[in-house]
């Protein structure tokens, strides 16, 4: 069932610089480089924090499920795993970025898009297709790339916070400023769901548990850049989800899947 929010706007936004036409919109996912989006040969999709505000979507998973060309797959609610596959490829075929850094699993090859929670997020392009030659084989059906909140761009204070069906509430944060030549952003969320039961009554050989499911997601992500001349920057980008979910295999155990996401450049 999907869950509804009731989201209170705590602090006044401040107003964004005006916003590109699509034509012009530049993109770097496509090429490694910038390029107008006019000018580039792929199919490149571009998703805004205002687009994923609009749209009430309350995952990354949800965003992404409006897209053509993708299909998602999700073992249930909040923190359940999730997989996307773009062109018909495997699910380990589309490589996932942050702010440029994988984030994908050494040992699994996928990512936990389940814990990249919507308020780090400030924009996303996506680009199906065959990119192993830019970015190896994990980009075999297309490459997603998630851009988080900077202090260029973002609003300059902002803090929300939301509640729903089944024990659910949310806070989220931000401070961006920039100062001179220097830009600065630091973002804090939290999300938590009481959830409810991952398995049915149905369940076969006894296997059902009646407990309910939840998922608790805490996560950061700060920037500082200082821009050396026009064509040039000198920065520090930090982002990091640590996601607890609950889940059942069984009758009589509470078991609990703990998921860390961090990325970390300079």
Excluded: C, W
Aim: hydrophobic share 35%; aromatic share 6%.
């Amino acid at each position: 069932m999907k869950l509804l929010f009731v989201a209170a706007l705590l602090a006044v936004l401040a107003p964004l610089s005006l916003a590109q036409s699509p034509e012009d919109a530049v993109i770097v996912t496509a090429t490694r480089l910038p390029q107008a989006q006019s000018q580039t040969l792929q199919p490149v999709r571009i998703i805004t924090a205002e687009d994923i505000a609009r749209g009430g979507q309350q995952t990354l998973v949800e965003v992404l499920k409006t897209l053509g060309g993708a299909e998602i797959a999700s073992n249930g609610g909040f923190g359940q795993p999730s997989s996307v596959f773009m062109r018909g490829a495997n699910s380990s075929h589309t490589l996932i970025l942050v702010d440029g850094m994988r984030i994908g699993s050494a040992t699994l090859g996928t990512t936990a898009l389940e814990n990249i929670p919507l308020s780090q997020i400030a924009r996303v392009e996506v680009v199906p297709g065959q990119l192993s030659s830019l970015y190896g084989s994990d980009a075999i059906g297309g490459v997603i790339q998630i851009f988080t909140r900077s202090g260029k761009y973002a609003p300059a204070t902002s803090a929300t916070a939301g509640a729903g069906t089944y024990g659910t509430g949310s806070v989220s944060g931000s401070v961006n400023r920039t100062v001179g030549n220097t830009d600065f952003s630091l973002n804090l969320g939290y999300l938590e769901s009481k959830g409810f039961d991952a398995t049915k009554p149905t369940a076969p050989f006894g296997q059902h548990n009646p407990d309910r499911d939840g998922h608790q997601n805490t996560n950061v992500s700060g920037k500082i850049a200082h821009r050396l001349d026009p064509r040039n920057e000198l920065g520090l980008t930090v982002f990091r989800s640590d996601g607890r979910t609950h889940f059942d295999s069984g009758p009589t155990t509470d078991d609990l899947n703990r998921q860390t996401l961090s990325a970390f450049s300079l």
